[in-house]
């Protein structure tokens, strides 16, 4: 089935607490940046829904202001209102969230502290069930197919198969 997300629609995002949407593939933006944030908040990746339109998911990192706090949002309305998801979150940065292609209640946060995951599209977290060493995940790719693919900060990559059990569970 085809992606839910709406042709031309992009999420831009900066190192200096700026969030930027277009619904027309780039010919007007508009500034759609989260409440409180200052030049200070880097926001490292925004991750569009694919499964619900309007939906997007940004992390904000601090650690340079030597602030760890896990900050996670969340907007279903293209970014008129941000809600904070980070209950459960170790205190440590949060460089990327990812959301599941096959169960887009489940997500997936690459944290300084490894891996974490949410089967209620961020109300709560929990550590990934897998042994990974508590290193910062940069990145994160969830193919349909079922696999987990981690990237580390100087530790390397890593996949993890059968994402069944973390996607499955009701």
Not at 44 to 71: M, N, W
Not at 113 to 121: P, T
Not at 122 to 151: E, K, M, N, T
């Amino acid at each position: 089935a085809p992606s839910p997300r709406a042709s031309g629609t992009l999420w831009a995002s900066t190192d200096d607490g700026v969030v930027q949407l277009t619904r027309d593939g780039g010919a007007h933006w508009k500034n759609v940046t989260i409440p409180g944030l200052d030049v200070d908040a880097r926001i490292p990746a925004i991750e569009a829904s694919h499964a619900a339109p309007g939906t997007a998911y940004a992390v904000v990192d601090r650690h340079f202001t030597g602030d760890r706090t896990p900050y996670v949002y969340v907007t279903s309305d293209y970014g008129a209102h941000w809600r904070a998801i980070t209950s459960g979150l170790p205190r440590a940065e949060v460089h990327v969230v990812r959301e599941d292609p096959a169960n887009a209640r489940v997500l997936y946060a690459g944290t300084g502290k490894g891996v974490w995951f949410s089967r209620d599209r961020g109300a709560s977290w929990q550590r990934f069930p897998a042994p990974l060493p508590p290193v910062a995940v940069f990145d994160l790719v969830a193919p349909p197919a079922g696999d987990l693919v981690i990237a580390t900060h100087g530790r390397g990559m890593y996949v993890f198969d059968d994402l069944a059990p973390v996607r499955d569970h009701d």
